[in-house]
């Protein structure tokens, strides 16, 4: 145990392995473990959601009622499921959490997710008191959970408990702010009535974000230049004043990759192993990828991509740079779920090009790794991107990535042509498609012709290494500061 053992209670509306829509459930999973690994306590709390993985094994623990004195009151049960040894609480509540998808169905949001997430954040404070748990932190995670840090200051403070605890809110991703209608909230009353009055905006809302910027102790966001850019106005998504407010308890950690999930030598959804020193299993890994999509099998270069299909993602300016680009001799394989005219337009454009342009619809883990594993390239174009995974994954790969210099993604690749000796990606900086094309069509050529330059490339980024066990040093860093 590197410094003194804390207790950290991790409140998350997604953790891998159980529930997943995105890269907050990979952080909600490893940096637990990792903090449990430098010997901290940690205790992990969800909402029961009806997609919840080994839901069938959860252990029953309690049930009780939440009442506020505006008249409103709902039943929760508590029950417990295991991450390795870590408790995972999980808060039921039939109306709430026992639907079809966590937060929406099709491309809108539930109508009523303030209320349900305000209710879960509430429920995480009185399952913690109930259940009697020591605290010392309260780590929330996006907006989902930030009226925590407002209930701990104004409700809690008085619990022998919690009174003492300590908050930071971690932002993944800011462009999701949880701005919802004050009529929202007013079943809660009084213990929520005053921020409503303090927060509430020009279109009569409260932003759950904004209130967990103002009040938590210390706010960390996902990677260091994601920090830098949350106090912009072009990359804080309207926030900026916010986060310049609290600059000096703001810190950007970056993100890690776990690799015993995100291991070319040992990942048991590839068909073939490989390592730095043999590649060899990663060409059947391509071969393996080329047949499973039905692609032509041969040694043409594949670009590979795994991601949400939101705008965040660069899809307006690589559509058009694929347009062209397809025209040479590659392949591309998209996989992804999400927005309806995305995809619409990826399956035109792979009926143009069918033996050129594989566009997956649909949410796969196992063929999320063996893309990774057996694209050339990796593409992220992202427009905006706190700190991305996919491209610490694909680096773990040997795939060399082709991002968008912004946010996390500046932060973990290195440009060929900025700096040879010791480059492992591409970067693009301009959000245009022809920045991107010139850019695709630049690591063609190095594929063509600079063979030897790529395979030092690609044994670079085997080798570089994103551990969440330095996030997890990092913070703790945090905690201890918040304590003090
Ligand atoms: N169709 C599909 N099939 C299988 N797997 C899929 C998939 N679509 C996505 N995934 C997986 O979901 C995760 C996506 O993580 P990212 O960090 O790249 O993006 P996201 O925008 O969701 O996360 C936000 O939070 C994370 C965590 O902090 C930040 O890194 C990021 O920048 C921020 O936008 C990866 O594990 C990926 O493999």
């Known amino acids: 145990m590197s410094k003194e053992s804390v207790n950290v209670l991790f409140v998350a509306s997604e953790i891998e392995g159980f529930i997943k829509t995105g890269g907050l459930a990979d952080v909600a999973k490893y940096l637990p473990l990792a903090l449990r690994n430098l010997g901290h306590r940690v205790t992990l709390i969800m909402p029961f959601f009806r997609n919840i993985a080994h839901r069938d094994e959860a252990q029953f623990i309690d049930r009780f009622s939440i009442k506020t004195e505006a008249g409103f009151e709902k039943e929760i049960g508590l029950w417990q499921l295991m991450l390795e040894d870590i408790c995972v609480y999980c808060i039921e509540q039939h109306d709430y959490y026992d639907r079809s998808q966590p937060y929406s169905e099709g491309e809108y949001g539930y109508p009523d997710n303030g209320e349900r997430f305000a209710f879960f954040n509430l429920s995480v404070l009185e399952a913690a008191a109930r259940l009697d748990l020591d605290v010392d932190i309260i780590h929330c995670n996006d907006w989902h959970t930030a009226l925590i840090p407002y209930l701990v200051k104004t409700q809690y403070h008085a619990h022998p408990k919690l009174g003492q605890a300590k908050t930071v809110l971690t932002i993944h991703n800011a462009i999701f702010q949880g701005q919802f209608e004050r009529r ?112 032509p099998v041969n040694q043409i270069p594949v670009f590979g991509m795994v991601c949400r299909l939101t705008e965040q993602k660069g899809f307006y300016i690589l559509l058009p740079a694929l347009e062209l680009f397809l025209r040479h001799h590659v392949q591309v394989v998209i996989i992804g779920t999400g927005d309806s005219q995305i995809a619409q337009q990826l399956d035109r454009l792979q009926q143009r090009y069918p033996d050129k342009l594989r566009f997956v619809n649909a949410y796969s883990n196992p063929l999320a790794h063996l893309i990774e594993a057996g694209s050339d390239f990796f593409l992220m174009p992202s427009l905006f991107e706190p700190c991305g995974l996919n491209q610490m994954y694909s680096l773990a790969y040997g795939t060399i990535p082709i991002i968008r210099g912004v946010g996390g993604l500046q932060d973990t690749v290195v440009d060929y042509d900025q700096n040879q000796d010791d480059a492992d990606g591409f970067i693009f900086y301009p959000p245009e498609s022809s920045e ?49």
């Open 184 to 295: 929202q909230f007013e079943m809660f009353g009084d213990l929520i009535a005053p921020l409503v009055d303090t927060l509430l905006d020009g279109y009569q809302c409260l932003n759950m974000l904004k209130a967990g910027i103002r009040f938590s102790d210390k706010i960390t966001a996902v990677s260091p230049n994601y920090a830098n850019e949350l106090l912009t106005r072009l990359g804080a998504h309207g926030l900026h004043e916010f986060f310049q407010q609290r600059h000096s308890d703001l810190t950007g950690i970056l993100n890690g990759c776990d690799y015993k999930d995100w291991n070319p030598t040992t990942d048991s959804m590839l068909p073939a192993h490989y390592s730095c020193d043999d590649l060899s299993g990663k060409w059947q890994c391509k071969e393996a990828l080329q047949n499973e999509l039905q692609l």
């Open 436 to 484: 991107l094309l010139n850019l695709l069509r630049r690591a063609l050529l190095a594929y063509l012709e600079e063979p030897e330059q790529l395979s030092l490339m690609r044994k670079r980024a085997m080798q570089r290494e994103f551990s969440w066990d330095k996030a997890a040093h990092q913070y703790c860093d945090i905690y201890t500061q918040a304590l003090n």
